[in-house]
């Protein structure tokens, strides 16, 4: 089942192939974004709040925290087609790995690219885990976060 041209139909452990792929809708990282993150974190480093120390380091201006990325990239993994017919059987995240090869810069404009990297069945009958590649892009298509998460997904009940 490829599930790019599936229905609403719920989505379980065998429905999955590997090397399947998705695209998230766009999302633009705003000021708004970096400040209200900062105050919800905690995180102040001038890197992300102070734009005249940001401009004498080498991305020579504001970069987002990466931790406010990888929350982005979870909101618009939500948004997709993919997710909602996941959700009846997510039964919870196991692992993420992640790298940021790239700074996201306010103004950069943000999709999510999932991929369907490995399944494994567990020694539980009624579940699996699936590990989905993730990657942000921004509208250049560079990529400015990469990882894997790794989900506990339900079998298709017998």
């Not at 974004?33 to 105050?39: I, L, Q, R």
């Not at 987002?64 to 990325?69: D, E, I, K, P, Q």
């Not at 690219?113 to 490995?118: I, L």
């Not at 590990?131 to 400015?144: C, H, I, S, T």
Request: aromatic share 6%; hydrophobic share 40%.
């Amino acid at each position: 089942m490829q599930l790019s041209s599936v229905g609403p139909e719920p989505c379980f452990f065998e429905d999955l192939e590997v090397g399947a792929a998705f695209d998230s809708p766009t999302r633009t990282m705003t000021e708004a974004d970096v400040v209200n993150f900062a105050g919800l974190s905690a995180d102040f480093n001038r890197l992300h709040v102070d734009a005249e120390y940001a401009a004498g380091t080498p991305y020579g201006q504001r970069i987002a925290h990466g931790l406010l990325v990888l929350a982005l990239m979870s909101g618009l993994v939500t948004r997709m087609p993919l997710n909602q017919q996941l959700e009846p059987s997510l039964m919870g995240l196991l692992d993420i790995q992640c790298r940021f090869p790239k700074p996201t810069f306010i103004g950069d404009t943000l999709r999510v690219r999932v991929e369907v990297a490995a399944k494994n069945e567990t020694s539980k009958p009624d579940r699996g885990v699936v590990a989905f590649r993730r990657q942000v892009l921004n509208q250049r298509g560079e990529v400015v976060v990469e990882g894997t998460w790794k989900l506990l997904v339900r079998r298709r009940p017998v």
